[in-house]
């Protein structure tokens, strides 16, 4: 067993777990957070991307061991009191889900996104940035348009929204 | 996965020391091809030595003829790194098509070229470029490091440290990726320094990352998109499966070297 510590959703969250738990493992079966899913379990759908330290990542492909010290923050901690993130109302606005399996992974995604390039996204770039989140059902063009909405949302919205980073 | 027990070293020292000279240990990067294997019990480690908490093990440094990059040093940080785009614009922009932006932001350049996956980007950028791997114990030349399917010249308890990139006066990378998984179907890098060509192919070869020699001396004559005109790789040692037989990755190397060629000289 190893003693893990980190920071959910700005909560600390311990326990002492197998080596071989998995951050997605520890944030459903632990902690109760099943906002997150697993998909494919071999990190090439992206329905288990989180956010750790600030950077999108697979949580099935991490270990939970390995983000001791981290913060992260899961798709449970994107809303607050005042209501949905900017990004969850853009892909409700813009029907960007259908059967909703994967829109946690491409909300996670999208903010990640944000964060790195900024407020005004081109196409191009959301169709290129979600290679590693796969979806079945609606064929991308209203998740890509939720996006680009998202964003600007978050631009309206200013630093507040990335507070629980 | 296979049971093991854990360690989570904080010093490049403390790691070296975890691993030892057993077999049975293995060090964890960034884990993404790592934990994969591990999940399909392709992959068992009686120990596993987590890098993730040793901070020395990452950064990068510039100097005017060389870019040193940390083994545990993330494909994205590479990817946007100034000093990198700077130096050696190719490494950035091979580094920014690893994987997905998710794996980019775990993965690391020690873990890729110490796994040595045939279809692997890194280890045909460290061959071209002429990159010095420094481990714990020694230095190797990239030339001597790459030894085949998933084999280094890594030896029990040596661990990459850093690798030191020569800055070319061109480079280039052009990869055909495979449609679904993305890996490189066939990936080739090309570096020029001084009368120093090199062109390196990844994803092709049945053994791993390979010199394309031909194609170095084609474009010693100059080193033009035009020299390698009519050049045809041969199929003697390429990979053939269902994605790619070694006729249609032959001809893609060609194709690929061209493209890498017109990067650098663009």
Redesign the interface.
Known sequence: MVAVNMTVNGKPASAELDPRTLLVQFLRDHLRLTGTHVGCDTSQCGACVVHMDGHAVKSCTVLAATCSGSQVTTIEGLANAAGLHPMQEAFRENHGLQCGFCTPGMIMTAVDLVHRKGFALDETTIREELEGNLCRCTGYHNIVKAIAAGAQAMAAEGPAQQVAE | ?Y????H?PTTARQAAGLLGKDEDVRL?AG??SL??MM?LRLVQAGD?V?L??VDELRGIARSPRSLTIGAMTRH?EVADSPDVAEAIPALAAMASTI?????R??GTLGGSIANNDPAADYPSACLALGATIVTNKRKIEADDFFKGLFETALEPGELVVKVSFPVPAKAGYAKFRHPAS?FALVGVFVAKRSADIRVAVTGAGANGVFRWLEAEEALKARFIVKSLDGLVASTDGLNSDIHADAEYRAHLIAVMAKRAVQQATA
């Open positions: 996965m049971a093991f027990d854990y989570r964890l884990g993404q934990l994969p999940k596993l987590d993730n908490a994205a994987g997905d932006p998710a794996v932001a775990m993305r």
